[in-house]
């Protein structure tokens, strides 16, 4: 286990909570411009038949008097940088994606497979508990962010990243675009075993240079 990845879901609307506590259980819209439309950018547990990106206006059409809130970057940098700044105290090497999720280079700390129950505490001390941050601990970057996919909210999982312990993973955790996804889907390729039962040239040709990406990935081959 190389590698730690922190998920942190509806970071938006989380910290929107934080400072809004009287808004909890309501169904809350983070609204944004995209180009010259306003679109939705995150969202409610509570809210079901929509998605990040869908215009405003189509949202308002299924969703009665939801509460819209405007998006704030500067505030939420302001969270999210001071969380980063923790993490940095603790660790040399971490990476950043947007504002759900962290990769953390765990390489010269975690020693022992035990040894991941003490540096997920330690990450969790980083992290403040409204976030119900989801942590995982694999070999590779990837394989990490699907750990945490896997993990509990406030929880860690790891996981032994080869081709025996993930061939019933779900498609739907593979770090590759939606339409890619949609196109596995329609093609029956719903699991990582379906994949690589597959000759690789079979799956270059569907999906061209990702497909390289998605056989050797799904064949337990994590070079992130």
Known sequence: MKNACLILPNFKIKSELKRRPD???KQILISGINGNKEVVLDYTS???GISRGSLLKDV???IKNPIILENDEKYYFEIHDELIKNL???FERIEIYKYECI???ISDVLIYPYDSLEIAEIIFGAIPKYLSAYLGFSAGKYSSYIAAL???PGNFKNLEFNKKTIGNLSTCLLPV???VKTKMDFLGLTDFKKISSLKKENILFQFGKTGRFIWDFVNGIDES
Do not use: H
């Open 177 to 179: 675009s939606d339409d």
């Open 88 to 90: 940095l105290n603790l």
């Open 46 to 48: 509570n809210i079901n």
């Open 103 to 105: 990769y953390i280079d």
């Open 150 to 152: 896997l993990a509990s």
């Open 60 to 62: 308002l059409l299924k």
């Open 23 to 25: 808004l909890l259980n």
